[in-house]
């Protein structure tokens, strides 16, 4: 059973446009909830993370939103520009245990 | 980011051979992960290691073998590769402890050919 459903796969934004990207998972006992940017021919890197107790967290243009109820959490770009295009994954962890990724959303950024 | 490296870059190889995939770490890290990535499926785990004596099967382990040689060292075998092995590798490093200790840091990734 998939642990995290990521939406959508791929993407296209205009330049200065917000870019949103959604995540949903099952089990409720996930306390960490990371988005990682991976760029063509380079590793993942973390972008940024929440913890539950929380709603939202900003950090520059990129937000992550939360929420608990619904079992969801997204990842908003601000202003997007040509150099966020990248792969985005979202991801779900319990304590100190592993990361279980969603499936990626490929993000275009278009002048 | 050259904390997390991995050998060889690229690799095309035949059915039915043996490959190895490595990865070394200067991080400090004791956790220590390999996964493959495939277009929509996104990052699959196929095997991970808490510590040099904690081996542990993720979710695609079939066709797959690894070695922890030492704190710093995590290698992936595919013992007879087939065809749809074919993806781009990723060994990833964590910390144990620590404010950060859920975030993992990648290598740049091995892209396999099986032909």
């Known amino acids: 059973q998939q642990q995290v459903k990521q939406s959508p796969q791929s993407l296209i934004v205009q330049k200065g446009g917000i870019s949103i990207i959604n995540c949903a998972y099952e089990n409720t006992a996930f306390d960490y909830f990371p988005w990682y940017q991976q760029f063509p021919g380079k590793g993942p890197a973390l972008l940024i993370a929440?913890?539950?107790?929380?709603s939202e967290k900003k950090e520059g243009r990129f937000t992550i939103s939360f929420n608990k109820s619904a079992k969801q959490f997204s990842l908003h770009i601000m202003d997007s520009q040509p150099g966020d295009s990248a792969t985005y994954f979202c991801?779900?962890?319990?304590?100190?245990?592993?990361?279980?990724f969603g499936t990626g959303t490929r993000l275009t950024i278009i002048p | 980011d050259a904390d997390v490296t991995q050998t060889p870059r690229n690799r095309i190889t035949k059915t039915g051979k043996r490959i190895m995939l490595e990865c070394s770490q200067t991080k400090g890290h004791d956790r220590m992960y390999w996964y493959r990535q495939d277009p929509g499926l996104g990052l699959r785990l196929i095997y991970y290691s808490f510590d040099v004596k904690d081996i542990n099967k993720g979710e695609i382990s079939d066709g797959y073998s690894v070695s922890r040689q030492a704190q710093a060292k995590f290698s992936l075998s595919l013992e007879s590769a087939i065809p749809n092995q074919t993806a781009l590798y990723f060994c990833?490093?964590?910390?144990?402890?620590?404010?950060?200790?859920?975030?993992?840091?990648f290598g740049p990734g091995t892209r396999l050919t099986v032909l």
């Open positions: 990833a490093t964590s910390d144990f402890s620590g404010p950060k200790h859920n975030e993992q840091f």
């Open positions: 929440i913890r539950p107790d929380v």
């Open positions: 991801a779900v962890a319990f304590g100190n245990e592993k990361l279980t």
